[in-house]
């Protein structure tokens, strides 16, 4: 049997809950200035056409455990029954997260400040956890079967930490699944912009993400003082914006991990709000 039919049968025997709202999207959320091997991410979207898994890019903004016997292989192993345990690392499903929340930035902008907004069509070929997958879940629905999001709307999460993980479970193509890509607009008439065009999707444009060193400086607790002394160093202007933090990230200077922890307070405490 295919793996992806495997995987959703498995998941669908353990869920349970009315029908999904057919409006409700699944985004794949991502920072589209970064690199993918030796190209910029988005023109390798462009030449491949096809948002691929960790398994086959070997990058991601969560942890990079997809390999055998890695932490992402093992939880996939569990969650979906062993459908992909011999899988080519293109068979695998790539990571999103369900829009319950119909946030213009999508569902999950802890990963990234752009999204990619699916279509309604690939709702029954995607199955989705609660909590995210790494923490063991033991709440799984799918698009027939969905009692996870009275469950996330009960719980008493971080806003980064309340979207409900999506696993999609065949190849996404940006021609045939993607509904828009959604950009940050401190990318408006830069290269990302220009990669953006390229794509065969139509791009659309968030409010945004903005935010004052001031305010940066308000919340030492949330991640620790040496990441808003970070954060403070690499703002322009006396603030930071994904485009300034994707700058950062190129010159090499600074340690990935620790430019996440900066990009969670961006994404934490520095989105715009949606004018009328």
Not at 74 to 103: H, T
Not at 178 to 197: C, M
């Amino acid at each position: 049997m295919n793996p992806h039919v495997r995987a959703i049968d498995h998941v669908t025997a353990r869920s349970f809950g009315q029908p999904l709202d057919p409006t409700v999207a699944v985004t794949l959320n991502f920072h589209p200035d970064r690199w993918s091997g030796d190209r910029p991410i988005l023109t390798s979207l462009a030449e491949d056409g096809v948002y691929h898994s960790q398994f086959v890019t070997g990058t991601g903004n969560g942890g990079l455990t997809a390999h055998p016997g890695g932490a992402r292989w093992l939880w996939e192993s569990r969650i979906f029954g062993g459908a992909y345990d011999d899988a080519p690392p293109e068979s695998r499903p790539v990571y999103g997260a369900l829009n319950f929340r119909r946030n213009p930035a999508g569902a999950a902008p802890r990963f990234g400040s752009a999204h990619f907004r699916l279509t309604p069509a690939a709702l029954p070929l995607t199955t989705f956890c609660y909590p995210d997958s790494y923490l063991e879940p033991e709440s799984f629905g799918v698009a027939d079967r969905m009692s996870l999001i009275a469950l996330a709307e009960a719980d008493d999460q971080d806003a980064l930490d309340d979207y409900i993980e999506a696993q999609v479970h065949t190849p996404v193509l940006l021609e045939r699944d993607v509904a828009a890509l959604v950009l940050d607009p401190s990318y408006r008439d830069t290269p990302v912009e220009a990669a953006a065009d390229r794509l065969p999707c139509p791009v659309e444009w968030h409010p945004g993400f903005r935010l004052t060193v001031d305010e940066l400086r308000r919340h030492p607790e949330y991640r620790g003082q040496e990441y808003v002394d970070l954060g403070t160093e690499i703002a322009v202007g006396g603030r930071l914006t994904p485009r300034i933090l994707g700058e950062a990230a190129r010159t090499g200077r600074y340690e990935e991990q620790a430019l996440k922890r900066v990009w969670h307070y961006l994404a934490r405490f520095g989105m715009q709000q949606q004018h009328p």
